[in-house]
């Protein structure tokens, strides 16, 4: 494997739920150990770690884990982007050592405590926040990102239908997934419609969830001697930021967002294409911005996510499946780092049948975090 | 306004200070870059386009064409949204501003449609930008 690449060789979680009872280092702890367990590699092995998510630190884990007091780590920006971002960080970290494995593990109890409204104090630009937004009544991503929304309905016309495609898809491909949030709580149409109003246009079930729970991954770089025919390979990855990354209103096109830079170039380190992609695991913090990431991607052209959408093509079945544990959405919020899990189960064909892509030789995960940072990575499996 | 208010704008924000201080007096001002002389908002340390580091705050006219809008319901019953709107400013610079959005109806589409600013004076908080359609 060329040097600057990467493998997954383990992942781990918790169970999701609303209320975990636990602290956040335990659902760490306890994540990381069946990624650990699920690589056959102890812990003595690691020599990096990347905490995502800002709930734990990897002082936090060393006497239960029994890292090495040696571990570099490294901790991506604050936001939904760091899930993608991670694997950058640990290649960074392993490259540099030149041996070892990392783990990257998001830890949360973000249903019970540490709710997004707590959050947005973390963010970048927090004086634009504060004094020219919030007084205002403008102070949450679902408020910032229906603004888009918007202006997206403004330029190519209504999307109600296709928001809801998103938000059953989801809910449909959850119930595929014991460990999803929604597993049992089939959405229908007539429960969508009649959400109420969190930000225009979105309704209460165009929104992702908050989740306590843990997930984690084990990595290892490039000049790891292992072969393992359940490795997974990350071919290509590449990350940015919008124009303008701390400040929403004065950029001069809404629509172009960190994945509109991200995607041609991490498509052009994996010698690959959109049409490549088998499934796409995209962070769905709200049903558009599938839609909006589905065009920047290059999966439709910019202003036809709508029509791509309502083909159908999204389900498990068409021509490409999203999200096919439930996302954000139905799934959990685990920082989109259980975006990538799903990618290695599918990878790996370590899925029920009924959720399982048929052929899939390459997943697309992406990342999209504050005001449109967005990365993606493109995952296929080792063995043939 | 409060004295705590205007020590923490002071303090966290002195970048901010020159708008709120000419939005007590009502007036709506911005930034306009001393180098290459456009009009720039938010304010930053440097220009976002030559990078240049001075500025001068010049006022402009408070009308605009709205950009996009949400709501945001007061209480989960509430009948009625507060609508914020992000204006595009009357100007040859890319200029926008956030404020609440005076509306008696819960709007279908808001985009395109010129509104005026007035800064609501209230007692021991910062002024705040308010848009309301332009009359005819």
């Known amino acids: 494997m060329k040097p600057g690449s990467l493998s997954i060789l ?9 209320e975990s009872g636990r602290s956040v280092s335990a659902l760490a702890v306890e994540a990381t150990r069946c990624a650990l367990a699920d690589a056959g590699l102890a812990a003595g092995a690691v020599r990096a770690v990347v905490p995502v998510g800002g709930g734990v630190f990897a002082d936090e884990l060393v006497v239960e ?12 920006p604050p936001g939904g982007n760091s899930g993608v971002v991670s694997l950058e960080v640990a ?19 973000g249903r019970s405590s540490n709710r997004i409204a707590k959050r947005v104090g973390t963010l970048p630009g927090q004086a634009f926040r504060a004094y020219l937004e919030q007084p205002h009544g403008w102070s949450t991503p679902a408020q910032w990102y229906a603004m888009i929304a918007q202006r997206h309905i403004h330029e190519f016309g209504p999307n109600r239908e296709a928001m809801a495609e998103v938000a059953l898809a989801a809910n449909a491909h959850a119930q595929l997934n014991p460990a999803a949030m929604n ?8 429960q969508y419609d009649a959400g109420r109003v969190v930000a225009d246009p979105y309704t209460r079930y165009d929104c992702c969830l908050e989740t306590d729970g843990a997930v984690a991954l084990v990595v290892a770089a490039g000049c790891h001697e292992e072969t393992d025919r359940r490795a997974v390979d990350v071919v290509g990855i590449a990350s940015s930021r919008p124009e303008s990354p701390d400040d929403l209103t004065n950029r001069r096109d809404w629509f172009d967002i960190g994945l509109s830079v991200a995607a041609p170039l991490a498509y052009e380190r994996a010698g690959l294409g959109p049409e490549d992609v ?6 769905d913090c709200f049903t558009f911005e599938v839609l909006h990431q589905l065009e920047e991607a290059g999966m439709c052209p910019r202003g036809q996510s709508a029509d791509f959408v309502l083909s159908g093509a999204i389900r498990l079945g068409g021509r490409l499946p999203v999200n096919t544990h439930g996302g954000l959405l139905a799934e959990g919020h685990l920082g989109g780092v259980n975006h990538l899990l799903e990618a290695v189960r599918q990878l790996r064909r370590e899925v029920p049948p009924a959720r399982q892509v048929d052929g899939v030789r390459t997943v697309a995960v992406t990342g999209w975090g504050d005001w449109g940072d967005g990365s993606l990575a493109l995952l296929q499996r080792r063995a043939p | 306004m409060s004295e705590s208010q205007w020590d923490e704008l002071r303090v966290v924000a002195p970048q901010l200070v020159p708008f709120f201080e000419r939005a007590e007096r009502g007036r709506l001002s911005v930034p306009r870059c001393s180098e290459c002389g456009v009009h720039r908002w938010p304010p930053r340390e440097l220009c976002g386009y030559c990078h240049a580091d001075r500025a001068e705050w010049v006022e402009i006219r408070a009308r605009g064409t709205i950009y996009s809008w949400t709501s945001a319901s007061a209480a989960e019953e509430a009948p009625l949204a507060w609508v914020i709107g992000v204006v595009t400013l009357d100007l040859p610079d890319l200029v926008r501003l956030v ?13 395109g449609e010129v509104v005026v600013g007035r800064f609501e004076q209230i007692e021991g908080r910062l002024p705040r930008l308010v848009w309301s359609g332009e009359e005819r």
């Open chain 1, 10 to 18: 383990g992942i781990g979680q918790t169970s999701f739920s609303r």
């Open chain 1, 65 to 76: 884990l029994g890292f090495s007091r040696a571990v570099v780590d490294a901790l991506p």
């Open chain 1, 91 to 109: 290649r960074g970290i392993l490259d540099m050592l030149g041996h070892g494995v990392g783990v990257i593990v998001f830890a949360r109890n």
């Open chain 1, 183 to 190: 597993h049992g709580r089939v959405l229908t149409r007539a």
């Open chain 1, 278 to 283: 088998d499934a796409a695991m995209i962070y």
């Open chain 2, 99 to 111: 404020g609440r959005v005076q509306t008696s109806t819960v709007p279908k589409n808001l985009i």
